[in-house]
């Protein structure tokens, strides 16, 4: 045997860990491409109740085993589970995962309630498992410069948020309708990335108090649970001195398909991220003083499966449990309270 041929065989290899898919709807097949296209992890299998869904998917990992439910998957050897499945089994699917040592990253919401969220981070934490959520603006270009700006201290003491998004078709599940399955309605569905990503830039400050007004077909209602919102009024104070105001719904005639923006306004000036034309993908950020704007970020963006691509980027990288998922818990903490829990 020659030197370099002993040289060869001492060498350690790199194995790259194995993923499974649970879901792989539009939401679960976009995250399934972009993971594929970056190409840290190997796609293992594919696990879905409709043969359909798997059918369409499958060329993206040819090699997958195709399987239909989480017991499958989890038998499987696989390091990590993504999960795009219905709300009311993020959180059961997610400490099922975890439980048996596999990393998740799941489609928001992670849980129904603050409750169910802080189950699923325990879960993690004492498992020593890698667990991330798809808030995915955060990944715009858009949103990572106004976070900039606020940290670098561009625009002062940050003294106001308004956020908004309107979504003018609402959505197509029956599911997300029902209380009990989804959790609430547009606030939980729309709202918990507008609280993330305020909470997010700002750093996470405490929360003072709380108010809101929900409704559904234009009647105000008594209680979260009663029925799901199409339009909520939300007010957060913060410990800064800081007030956050945000509105969201589904169906509104807001004369475009989408209306979508995050601004904040502080002594030094304002940053705001919108969305352009109505589109749900399109953003632009830009810097306020006084009457002038400057143009900050604009389209063409690539960034709706990067927070997918992270979380597998770090399941290569060895990453354990990571501490920051215990943001998923003020985030839910703070939709709890809009939603009077």
């Given amino acids: 045997?020659?030197?370099?041929?002993?040289?060869?065989?001492?060498?350690?290899?790199?194995?790259?860990?194995?993923?499974?898919?649970?879901?792989?709807?539009?939401?679960?097949?976009?995250?399934?491409?972009?993971?594929?296209?970056?190409?840290?992890v190997e796609i293992a299998a594919i696990a879905d109740s409709v043969d359909a869904m798997i059918a369409q998917a499958a060329p993206l990992a040819p090699d997958a085993k195709a399987l239909s439910t989480l017991e499958e998957l989890l038998d499987q050897d696989i390091d990590g589970v993504v999960i795009a499945t219905p709300t009311a089994l993020h959180a059961e699917q997610s400490i099922r995962a975890l439980?048996?040592?596999?990393?998740?990253?799941?489609?928001?919401?992670?849980?129904?309630?603050?409750?169910?969220?802080?189950?699923?981070?325990?879960?993690?934490?004492?498992?020593?498992?890698?667990?991330?959520?798809?808030?995915?603006?955060?990944?715009?270009?858009?949103?990572?410069?106004?976070?900039?700006?606020?940290?670098?201290?561009?625009?002062?003491?940050?003294?106001?948020v308004e956020l908004t998004f309107h979504n003018a078709y609402g959505p197509d599940k029956p599911w997300f309708y029902e209380p009990a399955l989804a959790g609430g309605g547009c606030v939980i569905d729309l709202g918990v990335h507008l609280v993330d990503l305020a909470l997010w830039v700002l750093d996470f400050p405490k929360i003072v108090r709380t108010s809101s007004r929900l409704f559904a077909n234009g009647q105000l209602l008594s209680t979260s649970a009663e029925r799901a919102e199409d339009y909520a009024l939300a007010t957060i104070d913060l410990e800064t001195g800081a007030t956050v105001h945000l509105t969201c719904s589904w169906r509104l005639p807001a004369g475009r398909d989408a209306a979508i923006s995050a601004a904040f306004y502080g002594t030094r000036g304002g940053a705001a991220m919108r969305n352009v034309n109505g589109s749900f993908y399109d953003f632009v950020a830009e810097l306020y003083r006084g009457t002038a704007s400057e143009t900050l970020a604009a389209p063409p963006d690539a960034w709706f499966g990067r927070a997918a691509v992270e979380w597998a980027r770090a399941l290569a990288a060895g990453t354990s449990f990571d501490p920051s998922a215990e943001r998923c818990a003020e985030v839910a903490a703070v939709l709890d309270r809009i939603y009077g829990r």
């Fill in 1 to 40: 045997m020659t030197q370099a041929s002993i040289e060869s065989s001492c060498a350690p290899t790199t194995t790259r860990p194995r993923v499974g898919f649970l879901g792989v709807g539009w939401i679960g097949h976009h995250r399934m491409r972009a993971i594929a296209e970056a190409d840290v």
């Fill in 99 to 160: 439980a048996r040592g596999k990393a998740v990253f799941c489609q928001k919401p992670l849980g129904r309630t603050a409750k169910e969220v802080r189950a699923v981070i325990d879960t993690a934490r004492s498992a020593n498992r890698l667990l991330a959520v798809d808030l995915s603006y955060r990944f715009t270009e858009a949103m990572r410069q106004i976070r900039r700006l606020v940290h670098n201290g561009e625009l002062g003491h940050v003294y106001a």
